[in-house]
């Protein structure tokens, strides 16, 4: 009986410690997944953060204001519609941004519109899309394949006949604004015949067919195919254009030629477009105005100019915060300052307007991994939605803000609260080395991550803030690709609501254009 009940008890005490290992075994991985961390000494607790009153309150604000929202919609007819658009203005850039701006509680400006929903962005042959695709999508309704611009999936990228046969070729909502009686425009900060910005007037089988030497290197006829810079030059949609703002001056000049700084054109077939142009005004009898810089376009009467050509680049407009690094800021407009310009002028037009306008630099930053750069990007993007808000009315003015595609940076680590987002995470790595907060699955800041002879890269004496720094990335690769998931829609004045949910890209035109009133989305066409 002894020997039994001992062997009892040592049964029981093995089988309670084999429990116990196997706990600590199985919490082991949880607590690796949720470390706990030194507190940060420069970290500061708001007061009012302390207390549960606050946040109930917060919550109270935020559910009154929806409430209030829902008893009664905004369904006046939208006399003027801007779109703004984000190049590669990912969620993860948004919220790297507020950080940027120096808490996580904070919001960017059109964060505070009262509607927001996602928006799928695949192309019909791509998973992951460009921004001439995705153009076609948010601005003529319309899903294409990736590389095209305009056209339906029926043309594939770089294909020299296909987009020549009209039936192809899509309506923009700048030409539908047109037809309205309404005056449409486009801003940017890449250069206007970039694929953003084409998206509102061109139809093109290739993206990179900015001007005829590109549609030569592509062994195709520039006589057959017309590239992006004489359609907005020649063609209907682009010639209407009443506002057109950004960069890009080499396109629209012959090798021959230089621009006003002395740089020379990259076309070759003897033609200026910009004189072109010009010339074209002065045949309809109205007002032309071109200018090239700041001073040139803050000494335009918007008053009297019918329409407004400004190419203040060769090529890209400068990154914002380099504008401030180099003190660019007196000799080429912000994007705030080309939108604030835009909207007088368009705002003319009782009839009302269409605008586009694009940061386009926050993705080619990405594309070099380049975070700082992005962020501030954003930040000027921001400021001049929160601009134009406050310029326009919510009564007949909606805006819209989105992006054509996401990129691959992420925010990761556990920073501490307000630690700066451009710096590195306070735990170390398995490896003992640290690592950036903001990194990348892919791009050129592998370089900064990796060495072949010592291994991954010590970077606990690197400056990490620097605006040339290229963040950490795992694959290395020349340029970082773009990401596959949904973007966000911000929405504030009329019809506001209809943009919640998740939906495809294309929907975004016919929802401004129902808004509006034009279009196939009019109401009138929908009740047919």
Not at 80 to 89: E, H, P, Q, R, T
Not at 210 to 219: P, R, V, Y
Not at 238 to 265: A, P, T
């Amino acid at each position: 009986m002894r020997t039994n009940c001992s062997a009892l008890i040592l049964c029981s005490f093995l089988a309670l410690l084999f429990l116990q290992v196997r706990g600590e075994l199985t919490d082991q991985p949880e607590k690796e997944h949720h470390p706990r961390l030194l507190a940060s000494r420069d970290f500061v607790a708001l007061d009012e953060e302390l207390e549960t009153r606050f946040w109930h309150d917060k919550a109270q604000s935020i559910l009154a204001d929806k409430l209030a929202g829902l008893q009664k919609l905004n369904e006046n007819r939208a006399k003027n519609v801007i779109l703004f658009m984000g190049d590669g203005m990912s969620i993860h850039t948004i919220a790297a941004t507020r950080d940027f701006m120096g808490d996580s509680n904070k919001q960017v400006s059109f964060e505070k519109f009262p509607y927001l929903g996602l928006s799928k962005t695949y192309a019909v042959d791509e998973r992951t899309p460009d921004s001439a695709n995705t153009a076609t999508a948010y601005l003529n309704g319309v899903k294409a394949n990736y590389g095209t611009i305009g056209v339906n999936a029926q043309v594939k990228r770089g294909d020299c006949v296909a987009a020549t046969n009209v039936s192809t070729h899509t309506q923009s909502i700048a030409q539908w604004a047109q037809e309205a009686g309404k005056w449409a425009g486009i801003v940017t900060t890449a250069r206007v015949t970039h694929a953003s910005p084409a998206g509102a007037y061109a139809h093109i089988a290739d993206r990179n067919w900015e001007f005829d030497g590109e549609i030569i290197d592509s062994n195709c006829s520039p006589e057959l195919n017309t590239d992006i810079a004489r359609q907005l030059v020649e063609w209907p949609v682009g010639q209407e254009l009443r506002v057109i703002m950004g960069g890009g001056r080499v396109n629209f000049r012959d090798k021959s030629m230089h621009d006003e700084v002395g740089v020379s054109g990259v076309r070759s077939d003897g033609r200026d477009l910009i004189k072109d142009w010009q010339e074209i005004k002065e045949q309809q009898g109205v007002e032309g105005k071109y200018v090239w810089s700041l001073k040139g376009l803050r000494e335009t009467d918007l008053s009297k100019t019918d329409y407004l050509l400004g190419l203040f680049e060769t090529s890209h407009l400068p990154y914002h915060g380099d504008r401030q690094r180099t003190h660019y800021e007196e000799a080429e407009p912000s994007l705030s300052d080309m939108t604030e310009a835009a909207i007088k002028m368009l705002s003319r037009n009782e009839k009302g307007y269409f605008l586009f306008v694009e940061s386009g630099r926050i993705d080619m930053a990405h594309h070099d991994t380049k975070a700082r750069k992005a962020l501030e990007d954003t930040q000027e993007f921001a400021a001049a939605v929160e601009m134009a808000r406050k310029m326009t009315s919510e009564e007949d003015t909606l805006i819209v803000v989105t992006s054509d595609h996401s990129h691959t940076m992420s925010i990761n680590g556990y920073p501490y609260r307000r630690q700066n987002i451009l710096s590195l995470a306070p735990n170390l790595a398995d490896d003992e080395l640290p690592f950036t907060i903001l990194s990348y699955a892919n791009g050129p800041g592998f370089t900064d991550t990796y060495s072949t002879d010592t291994g991954r890269i010590d970077l606990s004496r690197v400056d990490t803030t620097k605006e040339d720094f290229e963040f950490q990335a795992t694959v290395p690769l020349s340029s970082e690709t773009h990401g596959a998931e949904d973007v966000g829609v911000f929405a504030s004045g009329p019809f506001e609501h209809l943009f919640t949910g998740n939906y495809e890209q294309s929907s975004i035109p016919a929802l401004m254009a129902y808004a509006a009133n034009m279009g196939p989305f009019a109401k009138d066409k929908l009740d047919e």
